[in-house]
């Protein structure tokens, strides 16, 4: 079994930061794809930012420029460093993570359970 576990979130004033973390941890071969996403109230689930196991990042437009997202490779750790928080970045933010399990051979996609971030005006 593979589990991931968010953590980080919390209620921050506008123009803050706040630091979200994602360990994955169980029966893991190797990781991909890394990434956050976010889910505010009533609205879909959006995409917010991605990392490979090498190469370029990417960002969605309403939080490039304010969030960074890394990855500790030895600790199967992925962060969201947010800055300059603004009240629409309110939501659940889910990391997600593509890997392989041991033994396995497809890639499978899995999720955390999600953090609350608030950010108040």
């Known amino acids: 079994q593979v589990q991931l576990v968010e953590s980080g979130g919390g209620l921050v004033q506008a123009g803050g930061s706040l630091r979200l973390s994602c360990a994955a941890s169980g029966n893991i071969f190797r990781i991909n794809a890394m990434g956050w996403y976010r889910q505010a109230p009533g609205k879909q689930r959006e995409w917010v930012a991605t990392?490979?196991?090498?190469?370029?990042?990417n960002y969605a437009d309403s939080v490039k420029g304010r969030f960074t997202i890394s990855r500790d490779n030895a600790k199967n750790t992925v962060y969201l460093q947010m800055n300059s928080l603004k009240p629409e970045d309110t939501a659940v933010y889910y990391c997600n993570s593509r890997l392989i399990m041991a033994g396995g051979i497809w890639e499978r996609v899995y999720w955390g359970q999600g953090t609350q971030v608030t950010v108040s005006s």
């Open positions: 990392i490979p196991t090498t190469g370029n990042t």
